[in-house]
């Protein structure tokens, strides 16, 4: 194996070749004692059947011997080798959760109603980015464990993941709200439903003061929520 999948995939082979064995060994037997029977009454079996037979009879303890021949192989050599690929995976991993941290930090710090399109679809990308490294991490920890290493720790992942959530409802909230406000202002007034608008306001109200709470330490994000709040009092 040149890949820690691939390694992952031959342990588990290789740890479970004997309750395969144990799965086979009543079918051997069966086979066993139908060739005595056909034997015992002198029939003759075509030989291409007994070779079958004899390959499956001899396969047992040559797959054992390899087993035991690969794992002596694992642990002379391939144990340190994938040991080093493992920990540099790791490194890698912790580097692209630290990016996505500060990409965050950079746009949580981000004001500007005019660019909310912009911001929105920046933060659906993290988003999508940091639930690939979620599952990567998941991978490098199923391999630390194979591996018996101490599972690394990804400061930060968890945290950063959760932060995404609200920054990315607020910037969403913010281009809905101008989308909306244009049709408003520039659309046909005979086609205004009253009705729309009052819960569409009350929607956008309610959004607002769920965010507020959720961004109640952080001013940045609440400077938005007080720009539309403006935003939703002039019209």
């Known amino acids: 194996p040149k890949l820690a999948d691939e390694?992952?995939?031959?342990?588990?082979?290789?740890?479970?070749?004997?309750?395969?064995?144990?799965?086979?060994?009543?079918?051997?037997?069966?086979?066993r004692e139908m060739f005595e029977l056909l034997h015992d009454r002198s029939h003759q079996v075509p030989h291409a059947l007994q070779r079958r037979w004899y390959d499956c009879i001899h396969a047992v303890p040559d797959l054992r011997d390899r087993s035991e021949r690969w794992q002596a192989i694992f642990r002379k050599d391939l144990r340190g080798r994938f040991n080093i690929k493992i920990a540099e995976k790791a490194k890698i991993l912790s580097a692209q959760v630290e990016e996505c941290r500060l990409i965050l930090e950079e746009y949580a710090c981000k004001v500007s109603l005019n660019k909310a399109e912009f911001y929105h679809t920046k933060m659906k990308q993290l988003q999508a980015r940091m639930g690939k490294l979620q599952e990567q991490v998941k991978k490098q920890h199923a391999h630390e464990q194979m591996m018996e290493m101490t599972l690394s720790e990804f400061p930060g992942l968890v945290a950063t993941a959760e932060q995404i959530t609200p920054l990315l409802e607020l910037w969403y909230l913010a281009h809905e709200w101008i989308q909306w406000k244009d049709e408003i202002l520039f659309g046909e007034f005979a086609r205004i439903d009253p009705n729309v608008v009052k819960e569409k306001l009350t929607s956008c109200t309610d959004t607002m003061r769920r965010l507020e709470q959720v961004f109640a330490s952080q001013p940045r994000p609440r400077q938005v929520l007080h720009s539309l709040s403006l935003e939703l009092t002039e019209l």
């Open 7 to 31: 390694l992952q995939s031959t342990l588990e082979a290789v740890n479970g070749l004997d309750a395969f064995l144990e799965e086979r060994r009543p079918v051997l037997a069966s086979i």
